[in-house]
C-alpha cells in the first residue's frame, strides 16, 4: 500500500479557540509548520498566534505570503476574527491551500460568494468547522440513510447554549456605558465564554446557527432552504442588548421537496441547564420518527465539594474533529467535497442572514440559494 | 366534615374508566349517577341540559364544540371548558417554576406534540396553542404557520421578545407519540420532555424505549380544580374566553397556511 502524502499546515490568525488547530495537529497526515497573520493586526491577534506556535514550536510570521513561501503549506487553517475568514481563506486558496475555515463562514454573504468563487477557481478543498461527526449525529445520519424513518417530512434541532455572555440583562446601572462587544470577547476568553469574536457583533443566529443548520444539510442530502420566518430577541445577556444581536431565535424554515423545518437558538445561560446545553435533534418521517440528544453517549459524575462550573454529564467517544480532519484529507486525495464545504457554509450564512433579516421584519423572507457552479 | 359534591361522569369514549377512577379519589368529591349536581361529560348536548338543570359541567374537548353550544354554556357561568393540556403534572411543575419566578420572563416556549391519530393535527395543535397562551399570560403578536399532509407547525411571537414554536404531527406509527415541552426563560429553562422519561425493555428484537407514564394523574388534577372551582365560586365563563382566543390564534395560523404569509395577532397582542 502506497504511503499517504502527509500534509504540511499552516495556522493563518489563532484568535479564536485553538482546536482547530489542535485537531489537525493530532492528526497522523498532518503537521503543523508555521503560524501566520497579517502584520496590520493589533497586538492581541499576534499574542495569540504566537501562544499556539510557541506550544507547537513553530515559527510565527507577520506576513501570509512568506510563510506561503517559505513553508510550503498544503492547507491553512483559518480561525481568526469572524469577518476576516473569507478574506484569509481567499489568499489562501489563492496560493493554491486547501483551507479548514472556522466557524462563521462569515457575517458577509458577498464575502461567502467571493470566497466560494475562487475556491471553484482555484480547484482546492474547503471545510466549514462543524460538529457533523458527533457519534449521536451518525447515529441519526444513519438511521436516516438506511431508511429507518422513511422518507423526511420534517427536521428539527434545539440548540442551547448553557453559557453565560457577561452581566444578564438588565443588571447593569442607568450610567454604565455600553458594552463593547469585541472587548467582552477579548477579556472572556480565558473562561471560554467568548462566542463571537470579531469587530463587528454577532447574535447567537450567525454564531452557533451552522451547527444545527449543517445538521439538516447532512440529514437532508443538501437540500436547499428557500424561506424562513425567524424571532429573535436580546433575552439574557447585556451585551447583547447593548450591542443590537440577539442571543435567543426561532426560524421556522421551508425547504426544498416540502420538507419542513426549524431550529431554536439559545445562549441560554449557564443556570439553565447542568452541562454544556440542551442539544437535540427531532425528526419526522414517513415510517417514524427520531428524537436523538446530542451530548450522548455522555456519563454523570457527581462528587461532594463539586464546583458549580464543573458538567456534571461529560460526552464520550466524541471523535468529531478527528473525523472531520480525516473528512477533509479524505477530500484532498480524491477531489470529493467534503462533510461540510465552503458552498454548503455559504448557503447557511445566507439562511442566517435571511432569518435575522426576518426576525427585523417581521415577514417571511427568501433565502438567497447557490445551488451549482456558476 | 365539608360538603363533598355529588359527581356523575357521562363520558363517550375510553376515557370513562380513568375519570370515573380519579374523581373517585377526590376528598371532594362522591362519584354517584343519580342525584348529582355536577358532571363531567364530552357531549355539548348532554352540558347544555345539565347547566339548564343548575348543575356544574366540566366539559371535555371544548375546542371542538360548535359557537353556538360554547355561547350556551358560557353565558350559563355553570359549565368549564377541561383544558386538559394543562393539568399534566409535568406541564405543572413548569407552570409552577415559571409562576414562582424561577425561570424569570418567558423567552421561548417549544412544543412538540407527535401522536398517531386519526385526527386532524389542526385540531390537535389547538390544545398546544392554548399552553403557548397560558405560559405567555397573552395572546402573540405575530402568527406564522406551515401545514404538511398530518402536519401541522405554529410559530408564534408575543410582546416583549417572547417566541414559541409548536409542531403537532398525526402519522406516528401506531400506538406511538411523544411530547416534548420546554420552557426557556431569562433566569432559568424547564425541560419536561418523554425522551428524559424513557425506561428499557431488552426484548427479542433488541431494546425497547418504554415512556414512565404520567398516567391519569393530569385527570386527577383536572376534575380536582373542578371541585375546588365549584367549592370557592369561581367565575367559569373565563374559561370559554380563552377557548375563544386560542381559536382566534389557531385561525391565524390556518390563515398564515393559506396565504404563506405572517398574520398579526389579536387584540391583546
Partial sequence: MAEQKRFRALVLSVVKHAYIADAVASHPRFDLVAVADQADQPDWV?????????????????????????????????????????????????????????????????EC???????????????VWNRNFLPALLQARQAVDNGAVGDLRAIHCDFYFSKDAGPAKGSRGPDDPPIDWLQRQIEAHADGSDGGVGIAPMGELQVEGIYPLAFFHMLSGGRNVQNVFARTTAHFHQAHVD???????????????????????????????????????????????????????????????????????????????????????????TGMPTILDARAG??????????????????LEKVSVRSARR | MSRRIRLAIDVSDQRAPALTAMAARSRSLQVCEQAFTALVTDQAGVAIEAVADNKHVLVLDPFAIPRMERDQLESSGRALPALTARFQPSTQQ?????????????????????????????????????????????????????????YVQAHLGFRGGGMALIDVDTRM?????????????????????????????????????????????????MIDAFAKGIIAGQEFATGWQQIESVLEVADQVHAAVASGRVIAGGRDG
Avoid at chain 1, 436523538?292 to 468529531?320: C, H, K, L, M
Avoid at chain 1, 455559504?346 to 415577514?363: D, T
Avoid at chain 2, 425561570?103 to 395543535?125: K, T, Y
Avoid at chain 2, 431569562?186 to 414512565?212: E, H, I, K, V, W
Fill in chain 2, 94 to 150: 413548569v407552570k409552577q417554576a415559571l409562576d414562582g419566578g424561577k425561570l424569570g420572563e418567558q423567552g421561548l416556549l417549544r412544543i412538540h406534540c407527535w401522536q398517531s391519530s386519526l385526527m386532524a393535527p389542526s385540531d390537535s395543535l389547538q390544545c398546544q396553542l392554548d399552553l403557548a397562551v397560558w405560559f405567555f399570560g397573552q395572546r402573540p403578536s405575530e402568527v406564522y404557520g406551515c401545514q404538511r399532509p398530518g
Fill in chain 1, 46 to 110: 499576534h499574542e495569540r498566534n504566537l501562544q499556539l506556535a510557541n506550544r507547537y514550536e513553530i515559527p510565527c510570521l507577520k506576513d501570509f505570503q512568506q510563510a506561503v513561501v517559505q513553508y510550503h503549506p498544503d492547507v491553512a487553517i483559518i480561525s481568526s476574527q469572524a469577518e476576516r475568514h473569507c478574506d484569509l481563506a481567499i489568499r489562501a486558496a489563492e496560493s493554491g491551500l486547501h483551507i479548514i475555515v472556522d466557524k462563521p463562514l462569515s457575517t458577509r454573504l458577498a
Fill in chain 1, 346 to 363: 455559504r448557503n447557511i450564512c445566507a439562511i442566517v442572514e435571511a432569518s435575522i433579516r426576518s426576525g427585523n421584519s417581521g415577514q
Fill in chain 1, 113 to 127: 460568494d467571493r470566497l466560494v468563487d475562487t475556491i471553484e477557481r482555484s480547484g482546492v478543498r474547503s471545510l
Fill in chain 1, 243 to 333: 450591542n443590537g444581536v440577539d442571543d435567543l431565535a426561532t426560524v421556522s424554515l421551508e425547504m426544498q421537496d416540502g420538507l419542513v423545518g426549524s431550529i431554536c437558538v439559545g445562549r441560554i445561560g449557564a443556570a439553565s441547564h447542568p452541562d454544556i446545553g440542551e442539544i437535540k435533534l427531532h425528526v419526522l418521517g414517513t415510517k417514524g420518527a427520531l428524537v436523538i440528544s446530542e451530548a450522548r453517549p455522555e456519563v454523570s459524575i457527581y462528587y461532594r465539594g463539586q464546583p458549580a462550573t464543573e458538567f456534571r454529564s461529560i460526552r464520550v467517544a466524541d471523535e468529531n474533529n478527528d473525523l472531520l480532519v480525516e473528512d477533509f484529507a479524505n477530500a484532498i486525495d
Fill in chain 2, 173 to 221: 406509527p401506531d400506538a406511538n407519540s411523544y411530547h416534548s415541552l420546554s420552557l426557556i426563560g431569562s433566569r432559568g429553562a424547564a425541560y419536561a420532555d418523554d425522551d428524559r422519561n424513557m425506561n428499557l425493555l431488552f426484548a427479542d428484537d433488541g431494546p425497547l424505549a418504554l415512556r414512565a407514564s404520567q398516567r391519569n394523574v393530569g385527570f386527577a388534577n
